[in-house]
């Protein structure tokens, strides 16, 4: 498969003659020239102008600079494929020439036959090269994500299980005499770091359902306003007392306003870690507002907590997997919440947004396309 279509060549040759033919004989074949240069400061300034895919350069270039050094500053500078064109073909010159990588060198005079060949090898070889480096570089983050994941999730687990390790020493020792109000404090605690742990694991195995692209949105008919009633009263009966958890909903004027088609899983993963993480990094008594909005062509959900708030140079990396803000790291926690949150908003096809300032708390918006039924 020829590779013309939309190719931009830029040319590069110090003959305006032979420049002009050149480019005649790049269009004829199917390229778009988008400009020619004489001299190296010309060549720099086309390529920074014009992004082309592939340049033509003339070895022996008007001005101190010739092709070979201008090419290697594109070559660092653009990463883009080069081919040689010259008239000379000793071994000093193809050397230096070598020296800088190209993707091609032609000696003048050429058959189009034979220039054409070089530039689709040329492209070729440079989209292979991308592809490569794209491996390289996702292979890379996959293996810090892994080592990421192992300390992390190693500590995660050994914290808990410690903790339960000592709940059940405590329940075991008849001679402590614990009163039954003792008990059930240790029992409460106990199945409080059962519950971590599973959502743990539910994180987990999230992530990994999202990094095998098995991610799917299945959008069906939902009451809204009972699924998030039913999750607040599910999160108040976890949290106790400690935290004064608010629902409020703004547009729903008739029953029929309350069925939307959304993703209720998914929505579930959104809500679930916003509101936990608005509980969990607030002072106990303080107030987390929960806010629905419907609008005539979207829905908006806005958890706003006076919690310890989120530093600028955290909120830029906020969504990237096992990341946490520097002041809650002493909390227990993965980082996979929010990377979560931000795959399902983007299931949705929705957009997420945090205005937020340490020591004061942090607000979360999450907007979706309005579905009805």
Same mark, same amino acid.
């Given at each position: 498969?020829?590779?013309?279509?939309?190719?931009?060549?830029?040319?590069?040759?110090?003959?305006?003659?032979?420049?002009?033919?050149?480019?005649?004989?790049?269009?004829?074949? !199917? +390229?778009?020239?988008?400009?020619?240069?004489?001299?190296?400061?010309?060549?720099?300034?086309?390529?920074?102008?014009?992004?082309?895919?592939?340049?033509?350069?003339?070895?022996?270039?008007? !001005?101190?600079?010739?092709?070979?050094?201008?090419?290697?500053?594109?070559?660092?500078?653009?990463?883009?494929?080069?081919?040689?064109?010259?008239?000379?073909?000793?071994?000093?010159?193809?050397?230096?020439?070598?020296?800088?990588?190209?993707?091609?060198?032609?000696?003048?005079?050429?058959?189009?036959?034979?220039?054409?060949?070089?530039?689709?090898?040329?492209?070729?070889?440079?989209?292979?090269?991308?592809?490569?480096?794209?491996?390289?570089?996702?292979?890379?983050?996959?293996?810090?994500?892994?080592?990421?994941?192992?300390?992390?999730?190693?500590?995660?687990?050994?914290?808990?299980?410690?903790?339960?390790?000592?709940?059940?020493?405590?329940?075991?020792?008849?001679?402590?005499?614990?009163?039954?109000?003792?008990?059930?404090?240790?029992?409460? %605690?106990?199945?409080?770091?059962?519950?971590?742990?599973?959502?743990?694991?539910?994180?987990?195995?999230?992530?990994?359902?999202?990094?095998?692209?098995?991610?799917? +949105?299945?959008?069906?008919?939902?009451?809204?306003?009972?699924?998030?009633?039913?999750?607040?009263?599910?999160?108040?009966?976890?949290?106790?007392?400690?935290?004064?958890?608010?629902?409020?909903?703004?547009?729903?004027?008739?029953?029929?306003?309350?069925?939307?088609?959304?993703?209720?899983?998914?929505?579930?993963?959104?809500?679930?870690?916003?509101?936990?993480?608005?509980?969990?990094?607030?002072?106990?008594?303080?107030?987390?507002?929960?806010?629905?909005?419907?609008?005539?062509?979207?829905?908006?959900?806005?958890?706003?907590?006076?919690?310890?708030?989120?530093?600028?140079?955290?909120?830029?990396?906020?969504?990237?997997?096992?990341? %946490?803000?520097?002041?809650?790291?002493?909390?227990? !926690?993965? !980082?996979?919440?929010?990377?979560?949150?931000?795959?399902?908003?983007?299931?949705?096809?929705?957009?997420?947004?945090?205005?937020?300032?340490?020591?004061?708390?942090?607000?979360?918006?999450?907007?979706?396309?309005?579905?009805?039924?």
């Amino acid at each position: 498969m020829f590779l013309t279509s939309n190719s931009k060549i830029l040319v590069v040759e110090d003959e305006w003659i032979i420049a002009l033919d050149i480019k005649l004989r790049l269009e004829q074949l !199917g +390229y778009i020239v988008p400009g020619i240069a004489q001299n190296s400061d010309a060549a720099l300034k086309v390529v920074a102008e014009s992004q082309p895919d592939l340049i033509l350069m003339d070895i022996h270039l008007q !001005g101190e600079t010739d092709g070979i050094e201008t090419a290697n500053q594109i070559r660092e500078q653009f990463h883009l494929p080069i081919i040689f064109l010259t008239a000379y073909a000793d071994e000093v010159t193809l050397s230096r020439a070598v020296s800088v990588h190209p993707f091609g060198y032609i000696i003048k005079p050429f058959k189009d036959e034979d220039l054409n060949t070089a530039i689709q090898i040329a492209l070729a070889n440079h989209k292979a090269e991308l592809l490569m480096q794209q491996a390289i570089e996702k292979e890379k983050e996959i293996n810090e994500l892994r080592s990421q994941f192992v300390s992390i999730v190693s500590h995660e687990f050994r914290n808990p299980l410690s903790s339960l390790t000592v709940i059940f020493d405590l329940l075991e020792r008849q001679e402590l005499q614990l009163s039954v109000e003792q008990r059930r404090k240790h029992f409460q %605690r106990g199945k409080s770091v059962v519950r971590d742990m599973a959502g743990l694991i539910d994180d987990v195995l999230l992530m990994g359902e999202v990094s095998r692209s098995q991610f799917q +949105y299945e959008p069906a008919p939902i009451n809204l306003l009972q699924f998030c009633s039913n999750l607040v009263d599910d999160l108040k009966a976890t949290i106790g007392a400690k935290h004064n958890l608010q629902l409020v909903t703004k547009g729903f004027s008739e029953a029929t306003d309350y069925f939307c088609n959304l993703d209720s899983k998914l929505l579930q993963h959104i809500l679930v870690n916003l509101l936990s993480n608005a509980i969990k990094y607030s002072p106990d008594t303080s107030e987390v507002r929960f806010t629905v909005t419907r609008e005539p062509e979207q829905l908006i959900f806005q958890i706003q907590d006076q919690g310890i708030g989120i530093s600028p140079e955290d909120q830029k990396r906020l969504f990237t997997p096992f990341h %946490r803000g520097a002041n809650a790291r002493r909390m227990p !926690g993965t !980082g996979l919440g929010l990377s979560i949150v931000k795959r399902c908003v983007d299931a949705h096809q929705g957009a997420i947004a945090i205005t937020s300032e340490i020591g004061v708390g942090t607000t979360i918006t999450v907007t979706l396309q309005r579905c009805d039924v």
